[in-house]
């Protein structure tokens, strides 16, 4: 069965830190690259990282870049994003996504979602 399911946000205060956590079943992470992505009330979702299938190459929105850490666990199947320094424009709902290429590409060809966890960064 393919099901991703992401666990770790909250509340947290700005400056402050999360790790979010991404359970993967049904896919081989050495040809799945996986995506994390967010969407704030009243705007579009937009990707925030990802890590390729071959050699888990990283890459990140600007905003994050420095802040934000992806990370894979082959042998658990899971995917982390380590977010430090969170900022009040980091609140949102963030996603995970598996896309059957090996190397990251746009939104679009990301097939499969996880349900969301929120993340609320606020004083």
């Known amino acids: 069965q393919l099901q991703l399911v992401e666990s770790g946000g909250g509340l947290v205060q700005p400056g402050e830190s999360l790790i979010l956590s991404c359970a993967v079943s049904?896919?081989?992470?050495?040809?799945?690259?996986i995506g994390w992505f967010r969407q704030a009330p009243g705007k579009e979702r937009e990707g925030v990282s990802c890590?390729?299938?071959?050699?888990?190459?990283?890459n990140y929105e600007d905003s994050v870049k420095g802040r934000f850490f992806i990370s894979r666990d082959m042998a658990q199947n899971m995917v982390y994003l380590q977010m430090d320094s969170l900022k009040a424009e980091d609140t949102g709902v963030y996603y995970c996504?598996?896309?059957?290429?090996?190397?990251?590409?746009?939104?679009?060809?990301?097939?499969?979602w996880g349900q969301g966890t929120q993340v609320t960064v606020s004083s």
């Open positions: 996504a598996a896309s059957n290429f090996r190397v990251c590409v746009s939104e679009s060809e990301f097939q499969y």
């Open positions: 890590i390729s299938g071959s050699y888990g190459k990283a």
């Open positions: 049904g896919f081989n992470l050495d040809y799945t690259s």
